[in-house]
């Protein structure tokens, strides 16, 4: 073990090689190039015995580690969404790590309570939410999702379900065809089953159809089936397709069914005034999600969680033993009861470091500047003779393919497409993911890390352009 002096160097070290990291993260290979069992086997099976210095650990950080990372803080990562952060983010989280805070009950640290409190009004009141709502926050969306669905398990049984178990209803959960994995995990977590989740079709911009919402509905009612809840998505994960929320919100209401809304990546973009038209209709939601963690250079984990019926989300996972009772309980927030876990990190306080760093002005201007590095793409790829969008831009996420001339077979163009990631991605001077619209292999590049660059942009699609000519194709 060190001791404090030891600590203070190293420390002064390590913040040298993360300043290091970032100024020349541009050399690293942005996907990592190994392959299963590279860094396993270079791990020794058993756990020392004696203690070792920090130095050694650190050397083999660089020598073991680094090579097995793929680069999420790289400007030129364009994949999945970004999990972007930033230095004020960074610079939180070690305060974060070094009061080593478990944020269960107020008690157990009042600032860290009060200040995600805070934390969770501002958030209100930069994206345009309900004053009402009452926000907590959860690890990822994903659980946040899965403890809306808790919720209004518990409020449509009268609490009943948390006590007795299932009856024989049948529950059914409506999202679209587009909606994001999280939503059928959650299902099957909370005991629903997974085929009780109906997805919805979508119309040619993959935004559900509404139509289809109604249908679904009146149709599990003829049968007999119980319709819960449906999960409306801002910013679906393959093209950040925008689902109609004011005529879903609209339908929620006249079945009486608790309407979630996922905006996990696009939620970020309402701080933007010019794109709160996708919360037309939000005071008629129950429930809302959205990820600092994605593209608001807020570190990984940091999920905002926001609910209309406070009462029903504590009812739901409120539990007190004995050694858990507290004197101020009722007159403050304790946030074990507002979600699944018990133990919670000190997550608000990155928050309030990259707010008050940046200031909205400056959050706004950076996403701003990152729509506008997609939008100028957008126009090459629609101007490139060989290259296609395959469905138009909402945000900053581009999906397009390569299809040179001559070549109109789907699949032909799929194996050409799959191809052409593999190479760009193999240069390792870029990274970007893919997913299937419509049965056709999209190229998914999404423009959201927080120091890219328009210089960085050019590069990703010179690379792209080269490698179409090493597959043999004229550009
Ligand atoms: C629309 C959408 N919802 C949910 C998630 C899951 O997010 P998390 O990793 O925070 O659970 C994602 C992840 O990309 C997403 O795109």
């Given at each position: 073990m060190i001791d404090s002096n030891e600590f203070r160097k190293q420390a002064h070290i390590f913040a040298d090689w993360m300043a290091d990291y970032f100024e020349g993260i541009d050399k690293f290979r942005v996907k990592s190039g190994v392959k299963p069992d590279d860094i396993l086997k270079q791990l020794p099976p058993d756990p020392p015995d004696k203690p070792e210095n920090i130095q050694d650990i650190f050397n083999d950080f660089q020598k073991i580690i680094i090579p097995g990372i793929t680069h999420w803080q790289s400007p030129s990562f364009f994949a999945y969404f970004p999990a972007n952060s930033s230095y004020p983010s960074l610079l939180a989280e070690m305060l974060t790590a070094t009061l080593g805070v478990q944020g269960m009950i107020w008690e157990t640290s009042p600032a860290a309570t009060e200040l995600e409190e805070r934390m969770m009004d501002w958030l209100k009141k930069m994206t345009g939410l309900p004053s009402g709502f009452h926000g907590v926050i959860q690890d990822t969306a994903s659980t946040a999702t899965l403890t809306a669905l808790l919720t209004a398990r518990e409020k449509i049984s009268s609490f009943k379900i948390n006590e007795e178990g299932f009856d024989n209803s049948v529950y059914r959960i409506y999202c679209s065809t587009e909606t994001h994995s999280s939503i059928e995990k959650g299902a099957k977590i909370a005991g629903f089953g997974k085929k009780n989740v109906v997805k919805v079709r979508t119309n040619n911009r993959f935004e559900m159809d509404v139509d289809g919402l109604r249908q679904a509905i009146e149709s599990d009612l003829a049968k007999g089936y119980n319709p819960l809840c449906i999960i409306a998505t801002l910013g679906t994960t393959g093209s950040t397709a925008v689902d109609p929320l004011s005529e879903i919100a609209a339908i929620a209401a006249q079945y009486k069914v608790w309407l979630h809304v996922d905006a996990a990546f696009a939620g970020t973009a309402l701080l933007l005034e010019e794109y709160r038209w996708m919360i037309k209709g939000i005071e008629k939601v129950d429930s809302f999600v959205f990820n600092p963690h994605k593209w608001m250079f807020t570190n990984f984990d940091c999920s905002a969680y926001f609910v209309k019926d406070k009462e029903a989300l504590i009812n739901t996972f409120s539990i007190t033993p004995e050694y858990l009772r507290t004197k101020t309980a009722g007159r403050v927030n304790d946030y074990r009861d507002w979600g699944i876990q018990l133990g919670r990190r000190f997550r608000a306080l990155k928050l309030w470091f990259v707010i008050r760093n940046f200031g909205v002005e400056g959050l706004k201007e950076k996403i701003r500047f990152h729509i506008s590095l997609a939008k100028d793409l957008e126009q090459k790829i629609n101007e490139s003779m060989n290259f296609e969008m395959i469905t138009p831009r909402t945000l900053n996420l581009l999906c397009f393919r390569f299809k040179p001339d001559g070549i109109t077979e789907n699949e032909e163009l799929n194996r050409l497409n799959e191809k052409l990631l593999e190479a760009v991605n193999a240069t390792g001077k870029m990274f970007i993911s893919h997913t299937k619209l419509n049965g056709i292999y999209t190229l998914r590049m999404v423009i959201?890390?927080?120091?890219?660059?328009e210089g960085h942009v050019e590069k990703a699609w010179q690379v792209l352009k080269d490698r179409v000519r090493s597959l043999e194709f004229e550009v």
């Open positions: 959201g890390q927080t120091n890219v660059t």
